[in-house]
């Protein structure tokens, strides 16, 4: 179509549109700047109040942004539960914690947020996480909490997931969820792609 027919039918836009089918884009190239963030969340094809699928696919979703912190060298110091009811109001809850990476110490905090928000009156729709406060470095192993064979457990565990992919070694708490929504390394420099998933 011609830019000038663009043009008469859709205005000023016309000329953008028309440009960007061209591939002409004269807007200044932005460098991608590294997460402060990572989350995930799950809709439901049924609402539902099943409490051990929730969390179930709490704990999935935890492993896996805590393993994701793991491979970027991250840290996350605040984590945040999300939760959308059937009638579409939307609630949400964080918490401070000592910066962390672990997914023993993740777990139980987000299963707490998570039962401080929960409404069992209504039928949930939607579940999500975020980590925030991202910080680059290193778990450090807790004194009275961690122990060398957790720590080199967590390292085997990597190992296989880098290789194998990031679902096949999970705990059994967490495979009542068949999918969760994942993506590949949000923290290498890259905008970070996300991979497709199923409702459930």
Not at 31 to 41: G, P, Q, V
Not at 72 to 91: A, E, M, P, Q
Request: glycine share 6%; proline share 3%; with cysteine.
């Amino acid at each position: 179509m011609p830019e000038e027919m663009m043009i008469n039918v859709l205005g000023k836009n016309g000329r953008m549109i028309w440009q960007r089918a061209q591939g002409i884009d004269n807007r200044p190239v932005v460098a991608f700047n590294e997460r402060k963030s990572i989350s995930t969340e799950r809709t439901f094809d049924r609402d539902t109040i099943d409490i051990k699928k929730l969390k179930s696919i709490l704990i999935a979703m935890t492993e896996n942004l805590a393993f994701q912190l793991r491979r970027g060298d991250k840290l996350t110091g605040c984590i945040n539960v999300k939760i959308k009811y059937s009638d579409f109001n939307t609630y949400t809850k964080q918490m401070r914690i000592s910066y962390c990476s672990a997914d023993h110490i993740l777990i139980p905090h987000i299963l707490e947020i998570f039962e401080k928000l929960y409404n069992r009156r209504l039928l949930i729709r939607l579940i999500g996480i975020k980590f925030s406060h991202i910080v680059n470095g290193h778990y450090q192993i807790n004194l009275f909490d961690d122990n060398e064979t957790s720590m080199n457990l967590y390292k085997a565990l990597d190992k296989i997931r880098e290789k194998y992919g990031d679902r096949t070694v999970m705990r059994a708490a967490g495979m009542e969820s068949k999918t969760i929504g994942r993506m590949l390394n949000p923290f290498n420099g890259l905008p970070p792609v996300v991979l497709a998933h199923r409702k459930q």
